[in-house]
């Protein structure tokens, strides 16, 4: 009897500690599981106002997402509204989509698409989501096949004149002393073409107006992304002579401004101002995509969300320029910049544009020869 009561103390103690350590571990595990789900829940929770879904960059990529980024967070901070910014896993429609499902489901009810890769994206979810919002930057919504464009209600497209940006650039750097100009573009996308079209025509006027001929060496790298053979190709028009080179095409400016450096050589930007990038950067041609955004923005929050149409920025609106305060010039001032942007804003220029990929040949040119590289 004795024995069995030792066993059956034994078995209860074992039981208790069995029971306890269960408890243990349980509580212990309840408390880690618990804290997660209270900070995945509060993560959802947190409500979005504005969204923006960036393109396969990030919104520190000093262009079209960190320009439209700065224009969202600006007017939330004064405005006490939350705004998030989603990227897409890869660079593909559905990929763009899917992350807008995302953005909308966290509540955003105006959701900011910059670049003309959201063209379809921004087709497809005008309709899917009705009640919320789109300011689509520097394109049109249209389907896959190019057959249909339709901006809804519920759709801003913003525009830029390119061919205005362009032209200041190719303006200046004639009127700069430089002789020999190189135009190296990304894709030949309409924007892209009508920035070289413009920057043509501008370096053709300032050849005219100082007495001069010059030479400009154009062509497009099939791609906006950096590249070795890029960096080789603009090495050997700076080592053939060429004084600058308008780097139009996102990250392959990177390659231009990497083989400049190492041939003393000079770049203009694109987009946005791009003189922190580089020394060699005397100037850009931007878009003031920062003020359009914040703009559209203010306008949805006041109730004047100018939906259904395009808007389109030019030197009329302040839209489009060079940002003189950062550039790097060495006889082109602000005063001559300010005279030539008059005559822009006042019609007394008018530029021929272009927004399919055809050679500059037809622009009627006088004092230039482009040399086109396919």
Not at 35 to 48: F, G, H, R, T, Y
Not at 112 to 118: D, E, F, R, S, T
Not at 186 to 198: C, D, E, K, L, R
Not at 289 to 316: L, Q, R
């Amino acid at each position: 009897m004795k024995i069995k009561k030792i066993q059956s103390s034994v078995l209860f103690c074992l039981c208790i500690i069995c029971i306890s350590m269960i408890g243990c571990g349980n509580a212990n595990d309840t408390k880690i599981i618990s804290k997660s789900e209270i900070e995945q829940s509060e993560q959802k929770k947190v409500k979005c106002d504005i969204a923006l879904v960036t393109d396969l960059g990030t919104i520190g990529d000093r262009s079209f997402n960190q320009a439209s980024w700065v224009g969202i967070e600006k007017y939330a901070k004064e405005n006490n509204l939350k705004c998030k910014f989603y990227q897409p896993e890869e660079g593909t429609t559905y990929a763009y989509v899917d992350t807008i499902d995302i953005a909308v489901a966290d509540g955003a009810k105006l959701v900011v698409c910059p670049g003309y890769l959201y063209e379809t994206p921004v087709f497809v979810v005008q309709d899917k989501y009705p009640n919320v919002c789109f300011i689509l930057i520097d394109g049109e919504p249209h389907n896959s096949a190019y057959t249909e464009t339709k901006i809804n209600k519920n759709v801003l497209a913003i525009l830029f004149e390119e061919e205005q940006a362009g032209f200041l650039a190719g303006y200046a750097a004639v009127k700069d002393g430089n002789t020999k100009l190189g135009f190296m573009g990304g894709m030949a996308v309409p924007a892209v073409i009508q920035y070289g079209y413009g920057f043509v025509q501008g370096a053709d006027l300032a050849a005219k107006e100082l007495g001069i001929k010059i030479e400009i060496t154009y062509t497009y790298t099939g791609s906006f992304t950096e590249s070795y053979e890029t960096q080789i190709m603009a090495a050997s028009w700076y080592k053939n002579g060429t004084d600058v080179i308008f780097a139009c095409g996102g990250a392959l400016g990177n390659s231009v401004m990497v083989a400049a450096e190492a041939s003393n050589a000079k770049v203009i930007g694109v987009d946005t101002d791009q003189s922190q990038e580089s020394e060699t950067v005397i100037t850009s041609a931007i878009k003031m995509i920062t003020d359009a955004v914040y703009v559209s923005v203010k306008d949805y929050f006041d109730g004047t969300f100018k939906g259904g149409v395009k808007e389109v920025f030019s030197a009329e609106t302040a839209g489009v320029g060079l940002p003189m305060q950062n550039s790097k010039f060495k006889s082109f001032t602000k005063k001559d910049y300010d005279k030539i942007y008059k005559k822009l804003v006042s019609g007394k220029i008018k530029i021929f544009s272009r927004t399919d990929n055809s050679t500059t040949k037809d622009i009627p040119l006088k004092f230039t020869k482009v040399n086109f590289i396919q």
